[in-house]
């Protein structure tokens, strides 16, 4: 792990390289080719997100999925998630997600970890909050089809 909270994504369950109290951390700066991309993608065109004229403003979705990229880089599955919307985030906005891991519980299968996420923009203010429970499987586990066991 380095001091920026980046893990080492080689091993076998790459959860193995986290720590409780530990800050992930993403940026991204968020451009009007995004919210359209994101409005076409979820039929979410509402005209605060695609404007005639004026500001654009990003769904709060789009904002939230910045954290994915986190759970991108360790394999993980999410069970829950919960958000907080708390101000908009305007095309133009560079936002960072702070994901911090909150608990780590060894399953039979996996890792089960529960993460807080607060994301802010480029002037430091808070834009959402929220936590996450899932779980970062071991390689070579497979969910059994039609079972939703613990991992």
Wanted: charged share 25%; glycine share 12%.
């Amino acid at each position: 792990m380095s001091q920026n909270g980046d893990i080492d994504t080689r091993g076998a369950n790459k959860a193995s390289a986290l720590a409780v109290g530990q800050v992930l951390t993403a940026e991204r700066t968020i451009l009007a080719e995004d919210i359209a991309a994101f409005a076409s993608l979820v039929g979410d065109e509402g005209r605060h997100h695609i404007p005639a004229d004026g500001p654009v403003m990003a769904h709060g979705l789009l904002t939230a999925s910045l954290a994915t990229q986190i759970g991108g880089r360790l394999d993980y599955i999410a069970r829950r998630m919960s958000w907080e919307f708390l101000k908009p985030v305007w095309e133009g906005d560079t936002i960072t997600a702070h994901v911090t891991v909150r608990a780590l519980e060894r399953k039979r299968a996996g890792m089960r970890i529960e993460f807080g996420i607060v994301i802010v923009n480029q002037d430091g203010d808070e834009v959402l909050r929220g936590d996450s429970t899932g779980v970062v499987r071991d390689q070579g586990v497979r969910e059994i089809p039609g079972r939703t066991g613990d991992a």
